[in-house]
């Protein structure tokens, strides 16, 4: 069974720091394209950040470009998202999600939320 599962939400302060993982199992995670999604109450699902190889390009968000990074670990099955100076907007529940590299493009699969397999979702607060 092919699964993605988030790790490393929580509560954080204003400011504050967050490491969010998605480890995959069941499938390689090295022929696809991996992407963080998020959805705060009351407001649709967006792309945060899209990334198709270790070493190449990823598309963020405009409202996170700056202060998230987004990376893969192939020989590990996991890609991480580094979030820094969080903010009260930034609460949300965060999803790891997965489509393969011959179906979609970095920016195509932030815009769209068209993927292939999505992890349970993770909840992050900012508050303080």
């Known amino acids: 069974q092919r699964r993605l599962v988030e790790s490393g939400g929580g509560l954080v302060q204003p400011g504050g720091s967050l490491r969010l993982s998605c480890t995959a199992s069941g499938f390689t995670l090295d022929s696809y394209i991996i992407g963080w999604f998020r959805q705060a109450p009351g407001k649709e699902r967006e792309g945060v950040s899209c990334i198709a190889d270790s070493d190449g390009l990823a598309h963020y968000t405009d409202s996170v470009k700056g202060r998230f990074t987004i990376s893969r670990d192939n020989a590990k099955n996991t890609v991480s998202l580094e979030m820094n100076s969080l903010k009260p907007e930034d609460t949300a529940v965060y999803y790891c999600?997965?489509?393969?590299?011959?179906?979609?493009?970095?920016?195509?699969?932030?815009?769209?939320?068209?993927?292939?397999?999505w992890g349970q979702g993770i909840q992050v607060t900012v508050n303080s």
């Open positions: 999600a997965a489509n393969a590299k011959w179906a979609t493009s970095v920016q195509r699969m932030c815009d769209t939320g068209i993927v292939a397999y």
